[in-house]
Nanobody, 120 residues
Framework: QVQLRDSGGGLVQTGGSLRLSCAASGRTFSSYAMGWFRQAPGKERGLVAAIIWTDGRTFYADSVKGRFTISRDKAENTGYLQMNSLKPEDTAVYYC?????????????WGQGTQVTVSS
């Protein structure tokens, strides 16, 4: 079993930055992938960024490429999502997730979610 605790959301103006954190605990995390999903009101939850824990390979949705950076601290079992140049359309609840691969993240473990609000 893996427990995820995500944090770091808040209210920021357009163009601002936030860093989300996802602390993992429980069984060994070394073979997992971690990702960040987001869900805006009335919309489906979608994958924003993901990282392979072992080698650091990353994936980004087109809408965030060049603005968001996903990373991980293997020693701390913590993943991060650095969000720069935020736009109002980035407003959503952000959830971290962990799974055996990027493709199966949605079937794995979830954090409780953290609200990100970008004001115009």
């Amino acid at each position: 079993q893996v427990q995820l605790r995500d944090s770091g959301g808040g209210l920021v103006q357009t163009g601002g930055s936030l860093r989300l954190s996802c602390a993992a605990s429980g069984r060994t995390f070394s073979s997992y992938a971690m990702g960040w999903f987001r869900q805006a009101p009335g919309k489906e939850r979608g994958l924003v960024a993901a990282i392979i824990w072992t080698d650091g390979r990353t994936f980004y949705a087109d809408s965030v490429k060049g603005r968001f950076t996903i990373s991980r601290d293997k020693a701390e079992n913590t993943g991060y999502l650095q969000m720069n140049s935020l736009k109002p359309e980035d407003t959503a609840v952000y959830y971290c997730a962990a799974g055996s691969s990027i493709a199966t993240l949605s079937k794995g473990y979830w954090g409780q979610g953290t609200q990100v609000t970008v004001s115009s």
